[in-house]
């Protein structure tokens, strides 16, 4: 939409002059006096409205009469509208953030005293595209983990998952408009996988860090894979469970998220095989360590 029109539009005693138009046509000292203002005034005002295209004039015997053009008003109502519409649509990210929001609030309300949260537990469930194989390389190859091991909006910017026993896990993310890392971590954790056995159990525990780099919390994070179909399976039944412990005050933002958050990474996981459930231009075994 036009600068000059939000900008014209924005103005109170303009807004007043419209809406004095819209009633009818007026000559610009009767505006002045219904809008008790002085006419020097009130004729600057119509001029910028006249501009931006709001209102039309014309001229008669010693008199300017004004009158308000609705089809500008029109083009800038569906504008409006267009915008609601757009933030409004069911399921997307606008309806995401109210939902963080409403977690958000109850859980800082229940965030009183460290360990709140130990013992809550976050079950997930996905049917997957691919043979047990497959999947497994999603979850542990950190080319292949990057393409979806974040929520919505978001991007990897360091990563690293060694997929062994001890083996050290780092996973740092920005926004994903956030092209020149400019703006703030949106979040980083780290932790260490316990155990790893390609293609049917995968656990790991992992800690989100606060700003002051102490740990929010310690996620115990055990993912089980099922072939599912005939013969050795042309599918993968995923079954992830979370269980928080050493739950800080300060853990509740990160809490808040967990069901938002990794539900649309798996989300993004089931997205990824289904495009190719086979992967032929990814060769076996790619390894990388930081994608920053």
């Known amino acids: 939409m036009d600068a000059l029109l939000l900008a014209a539009l924005a103005d109170p005693a303009r807004w007043r002059l419209v809406n004095l138009l819209a009633e009818r046509p007026r000559p610009v000292g009767v505006l002045a006096q219904l809008a008790q203002a002085r006419q020097p005034q009130t004729t600057k005002h119509l001029q910028i409205l006249e501009r931006a295209g709001v209102v039309v004039s014309q001229r008669t015997g010693q008199r300017r ?38 977690s958000l609030h109850a859980e800082r309300l229940a965030a009183e005293a460290p360990g709140w949260a130990d013992g809550r537990s976050f079950g997930f469930h996905r049917s997957l595209p691919g043979r047990p194989e497959l999947v497994w390389r999603h979850l542990t190859e950190t080319s292949l983990l990057a393409r979806w091991w974040t929520p919505d ?38 932790g260490v996988v316990v155990d790893a056995r390609p293609g049917e159990r995968l656990a790991y525990r992992l ?25 050795t399976g042309t599918g993968t039944d995923l079954d992830v469970h979370w269980r928080i412990a050493d739950s800080t005050v300060d853990s509740a933002d990160f ?12 989300d993004k996981l089931a997205a990824a095989l289904a495009a190719d459930p086979h992967d032929p231009d990814i060769p076996h075994g790619t390894d990388t360590r930081s994608t920053k």
């Open 65 to 102: 009469i004004y009158a308000l053009r609705p089809g500008a008003l029109r083009e800038l109502a569906a504008a409006l509208a267009r915008l609601a519409d757009t933030a409004e649509q069911a399921r997307g990210p606008h309806e995401t953030y109210e939902r963080y929001g409403l």
């Open 153 to 190: 909006d978001l991007r990897i910017s360091e990563l690293v998952f060694e997929a062994r026993p001890g083996g050290r896990i780092v996973h740092e993310y920005r926004d994903a408009e956030d092209a020149d890392g400019s703006d703030s971590v949106a979040g980083r954790a780290e």
């Open 207 to 231: 800690s989100p860090l606060l700003p002051d780099g102490g740990l929010a919390f310690t996620a115990h994070v055990g993912i089980g894979l099922r072939p599912t179909g005939t013969g």
């Open 255 to 266: 809490i808040a998220g967990i069901d938002i958050g990794f539900g649309q990474s798996l």
